[in-house]
């Protein structure tokens, strides 16, 4: 059996239906009506020790609600959900010993107490030996640079500090599976990386399985090599970042320096398929005269053929390639312009 394990996992809220204004507000006290809101709908997902999980989609696809299941805040409206061999939302204090959880737009920090107290009372709650906790205190101490504000309240630490105890708070205890809940959002750039590196040690140190919501991608590229996307409750693309790298970003651009201009550039590239030539005042990507942007389909033709092209009526001084980011291929499935049969038939997905 896998650590984490659901199958068929739902959850619907019941939510209240409202005529606009007062009038609205005021004929719902009389006559309420309500939808059931499908947030989840049919999740089956399997997660084995170790792994680190992107678990994306857009606003509202269901996320927060699949990771409140998991840690036993909520109970599922339908399906099975096993996390470490126990069922969270019946065997929640033994689930809780298991997991940490950090939620980027909240903390569980002690409001008025120093952060060193909210973390001592928090080795109480978990019941952490002593040693263990001197010992994981100074390692994160170090590895998130929480020196200078142990002895300040959650309450006047700024953004960046109070995710970083909220990261530490979550791990003092050594769960087996730490779920994080947008743990970058609105950080600066440094605090992020501080951040990304100490999840990535306390996967590869201690083997900690992670599954992490984001909509910033470059924690996804940084952190994780397999990615779950969810959109309206269901799991829409289920695999290797790598693959669906492969699959669906099959466009390159060849941006070349040139010596001297090439006039009908265009005909060079004939009998090519394809092929889409960007030249100064085309776009920003060339900004000379002597830029020259080719892009092209890897599965069509290759680099080589394009470069030998240009060589043959000029010299090309500097060249780079540029592929589609990650970022780039998930705005391209939220947009609807990756269809979900095609990207559960590059993964696992059960569209
Ligand atoms: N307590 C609730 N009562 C009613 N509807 C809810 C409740 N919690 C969530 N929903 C609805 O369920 C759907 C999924 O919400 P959820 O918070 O899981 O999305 P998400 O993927 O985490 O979104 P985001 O990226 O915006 O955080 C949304 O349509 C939301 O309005």
């Not at 996390?83 to 689930?95: A, I, L, S, T």
């Not at 085309?282 to 092209?309: G, N, P, Q, Y």
Request: proline share 3%; hydrophobic share 40%; net charge neutral.
């Amino acid at each position: 059996m896998s650590l984490i394990e659901t199958k068929g996992l739902q959850k619907v809220f019941r939510q209240a239906v409202k005529d606009p204004g007062l009038a609205g507000a005021v004929k719902h006290l009389f006559t309420q009506r309500y939808r059931d809101k499908y947030a989840v709908e049919g999740i089956d997902l399997k997660i084995e020790e170790g792994e680190t999980v992107a678990y994306v989609g857009p606003n509202g696809a269901g996320k927060s609600t699949t990771i409140k299941m998991l840690s036993g805040v909520l109970v599922p409206s339908g399906g099975e959900i096993i996390v470490d061999g126990r069922v969270p939302y019946k065997q929640r204090m033994e689930n809780a010993q298991r997991i940490g959880a950090v939620f980027g737009q909240r903390t569980q920090l002690w409001w008025d107490i120093p952060v060193r107290e909210s973390l001592s009372l928090l080795r109480d709650i978990y019941q952490v030996p002593t040693d263990r906790f001197k010992k994981n205190l100074d390692v994160f101490t170090e590895l998130l640079g929480m020196d200078s504000f142990l002895h300040l309240s959650a309450r006047k630490l700024s953004l960046g500090q109070r995710m970083r105890a909220d990261l530490a708070a979550a791990l003092l205890h050594d769960p087996k599976i730490v779920y994080l809940d947008e743990p970058t959002i609105g950080l600066d750039v440094a605090v992020k990386h501080r951040i990304r590196d100490f999840i990535k040690e306390m996967n590869r140190s201690k083997g900690t399985t992670m599954l992490l919501t984001t909509h910033d991608l470059g924690d996804i590229e940084d952190l994780c090599e397999r990615l779950v996307i969810i959109d309206q409750g269901r799991i829409i693309y289920d695999g290797k970042l790598q693959e669906v790298k492969d699959e669906f970003a099959r466009e390159r651009t060849i941006h070349m320096q040139l010596s001297s201009p090439i006039p009908d550039a265009e005909e060079l590239f004939r009998g090519l398929p394809e092929i889409q030539v960007k030249r100064s005042g085309d776009s920003l990507e060339a900004s000379s005269d002597t830029d020259l942007s080719i892009r092209f389909d890897r599965f069509r033709c290759t680099a080589s053929d394009i470069v030998k092209r240009v060589m043959s009526r000029g010299e090309v001084v500097d060249f780079r390639i540029d592929e589609p980011s990650i970022e780039e291929i998930i705005r391209r499935v939220y947009d609807g312009k990756l269809d979900s049969a095609a990207l559960s038939a590059a993964g696992k997905g059960s569209a």
